[in-house]
């Protein structure tokens, strides 16, 4: 080889690494939100079991579940894939447990949040709380007192349908209802 070529190579070599090491300083490490209450696989969101707690005096696991005809009739909200938002045709579903816990001030009520299988178990986890809050969030914006409501997520840890299919992950992106008398 002769000092031009190998000069050439040379340059070609630092051109490659510039580029090389431009693009990956560009990176950004945490993806964007392009609409909010919708997430994607990647994005990290803090875990915080439980973190909106009822009032001192009611523990809901010291409390008895309500289980009856008429709150079985208050069926679960679900929700899109990777979302919290409430979709506008669930609301009513939120408005039915609201009625159903004004009118029955001594019942207390923890939101769980569910998720399908994909994705990590913790993103899973934080995902289902996030739903469960956002359902919290709209019972209070309905009048229900905020001290009567709890949250938890049980992630993908309890699927209302087995199966490994799009059918089967919408039954188990939802929140559901558990009443608890005081």
């Known amino acids: ?21 431009m693009a990956t300083g560009c990176r950004t490490h945490k993806p964007k939100v392009n609409d909010p ?44 894939y990777d979302a919290y938002v409430i979709p506008a045709g669930e609301v ?10 004004r009118a029955n001030p001594a019942i207390v009520l923890v939101v ?7 994705g990590t178990a913790e993103y ?7 739903r469960a809050q956002s359902v919290r969030e709209q019972l209070v914006t309905l009048g229900v007192d905020a001290q009567r409501i709890q949250t938890s997520s049980y992630g993908e840890e309890r699927p209302a349908d087995p199966e490994h299919n799009e059918g089967a992950w919408a039954k ?9 008398q005081k």
Do not use: H, W
């Open 124 to 130: 899973n986890m934080s995902l289902g709380e996030y």
């Open 1 to 21: 080889m002769n000092m031009r070529s190998e000069k050439q190579i040379l340059k070609l070599a630092f051109a490659l690494i510039a580029v090389a090491v």
């Open 37 to 80: 209450g919708t997430i994607g696989p990647e994005t990290e969101i803090p875990y915080a079991p439980g973190d909106i707690p009822m009032d001192g005096s009611v523990r809901f696991d010291t409390l008895n579940r309500v289980s009856n005809a008429e709150t079985a009739a208050i069926m679960p909200v679900y929700f899109d």
């Open 172 to 180: 188990n992106r939802r929140a559901e209802f558990a009443f608890y």
């Open 112 to 118: 769980e949040g569910n998720c399908d299988e994909r």
């Open 92 to 101: 009513a579903k939120i408005s039915s447990a609201a009625d159903f816990l």
